[in-house]
């Protein structure tokens, strides 16, 4: 049996995608003639029919929307639909000039209980991407065409039986046979015949000997003797979405529109191809000729279109655009999925996507480099450290950083630093601190041990040099103290 998709006003359909402010109202495309392509339902209801000129369309209907041809936006269509299609079978053929919005499939002995099912999740697919489809299926590729037309949108037609392909057929009009012209029907109509059954009840050998060879294979179409293979089509993996904007967006939601848009569609092709993003980068180029890139390491890899989204959104926010926007293009870089058994003792981020969107709304608020995880820097210097980026991945623990077993152990209690020190105010007595005050603690010193003297980078301009007392303060504790030239410091408490 065969199925087949229909997307009806194919080409209207596919440059709507990318234009979200022109959904309502009468909208007609032209094509590079300057002629009215396709139109909507609503642009028909003013009598705009194709082949009209833009003029006289416009002479119709003062408010009509009027879009230009886009074929980038059909291959993309196109490939939405290869994509939704090969979630049911491989075996698919688009269609080409005046088919150029439908596939057909051919299925094997289908469970047709299951194949509704497929059917309506692949309908449900098409109408996410704003593709109005519906179906049909018969014994026959013709057939199943009938059956598409025949039904209502983002609905599924069955024909059974020839009985039932031969009832429908005494409902459709000539013109819904492809293969006669104009003229065709024309001389069917003078002899009486408005339906497509009753030119099938029609003598085959008389219908050829008027009309002649297509007479012919329009009686073997609609009797189901004709025999058609085939071609099936083969669509390489695209990993990018681009947008070419007749009309420019500087707005956010806009964006964000078409940034959905383009997930959306990199998530089926995801699918499709058992791949998973592993990156994400988006380009932006404004009306100023100026443009913006940014590349994000995703923080597990995904195939997910609204996790990308929020991700992108957060960034999108973000971002101050000086002029309005005329080009997005969404790439991904897919990677295989990896299968990773977590091991007991691991250490993971429950949810590294929201983790990623917090560092993202931090970034926004205070700068990327205002936070982080503090790594020590291989120094002398005790209290020298920067700020590494937070990583929202689970990895395997670096060997550079575990402890070495021929390292002397660690002694003595842990210092827990102060941050910013505290300033500290200190009566000495032969050189040793007797009292000491600072915003935190006060008292008298009992005992303390130092000075240690420590110092570093002679032969830089940042030369430092300090000396430090363990000393412990009445009735609050021990604590580090530090002197540097003629200031004191309290650098952190002993636990």
């Not at 009027?66 to 269609?95: M, P």
């Not at 069955?158 to 024309?186: D, G, N, Q, T």
Request: proline share 6%; with cysteine; net charge negative.
């Amino acid at each position: 049996m065969y199925l087949r998709i229909h997307i009806e006003n194919f080409a209207l359909a596919a440059a709507l995608r990318f234009q979200p402010r022109q959904r309502n109202g009468p909208v007609a495309l032209v094509d590079a003639q300057g002629r009215v392509f396709e139109c909507n339902t609503a642009a028909q209801a003013k009598d705009i029919l194709p082949g009209m000129s833009m003029a006289r369309a416009l002479a119709r209907c003062s408010s009509l929307q009027i879009i230009n041809q886009d074929k980038q936006a059909e291959r993309a269509a196109k490939r939405i639909l290869w994509n939704a299609s090969w979630q049911i079978t491989s075996q698919i053929e688009l269609g080409e000039a005046e088919d150029h919005g439908c596939a057909t499939l051919e299925l094997v002995r289908p469970d047709l209980q299951k194949l509704t099912t497929q059917v309506e999740h692949l309908l449900d697919t098409l109408r996410r991407y704003a593709l109005p489809a519906r179906a049909g299926l018969a014994v026959t590729p013709e057939w199943a065409a009938f059956a598409a037309i025949a039904t209502e949108r983002y609905g599924f037609k069955i024909l059974a039986s020839e009985r039932r392909a031969r009832e429908l057929m005494s409902f459709l009009p000539l013109p819904v046979l492809e293969i006669l012209s104009a003229e065709h029907c024309k001389i069917l109509e003078g002899w009486g015949i408005q339906t497509l059954a009753g030119l099938a009840n029609l003598p085959r050998q008389a219908l050829g000997e008027r009309i002649g060879p297509i007479g012919l294979k329009a009686w073997d179409i609609l009797n189901g003797r004709e025999k058609r293979v085939l071609r099936f089509s083969e669509i390489e993996p695209d990993y990018s979405e681009r947008f070419d904007l007749e009309d420019p967006l500087s707005d956010l939601e806009g964006i964000c529109f078409l940034v959905a848009r383009a997930a959306e569609a990199l998530e089926l092709q995801l699918e499709q191809a058992g791949k998973m993003a592993r990156s994400v980068f988006l380009c932006l180029k404004l009306e100023d000729r100026t443009t913006q890139q940014k590349a994000i390491r995703l923080p597990e890899a995904t195939s997910r279109a609204d996790l990308l989204e929020r991700l992108l959104r957060n960034y999108l926010e973000q971002l101050k655009l000086k002029a309005p926007v005329n080009f997005l293009q969404l790439s991904i870089e897919p990677v295989d999925p990896l299968s990773r058994q977590a091991g007991l003792f691991d250490r993971s981020v429950r949810n590294p996507w929201r983790l990623q969107e917090t560092l993202d709304q931090l970034a926004g608020l205070v700068g990327p480099d205002a936070f982080g995880c503090p790594r020590t820097i291989d120094t002398h210097h005790p209290d020298r450290f920067e700020l590494e980026p937070l990583c929202t991945e689970s990895s395997d623990p670096d060997p550079d950083n575990s402890v070495d077993e021929k390292a002397p152990p660690l002694m003595g209690p842990p210092l827990r630093r102060f941050h910013p020190p505290l300033r500290a105010k200190v009566l000495l007595r032969q050189r040793r601190p007797i009292h000491i005050e600072t915003s935190l603690v006060k008292g008298a010193v009992p005992s303390c041990y130092g000075p240690y003297c420590l110092s570093g980078d002679w032969a830089n301009k940042d030369l430092w040099a300090f000396a430090e007392w363990d000393v412990e303060i009445e009735a609050a504790g021990t604590f580090c103290l530090r002197r540097e030239a003629e200031r004191w410091q309290l650098i952190g408490a002993y636990d």
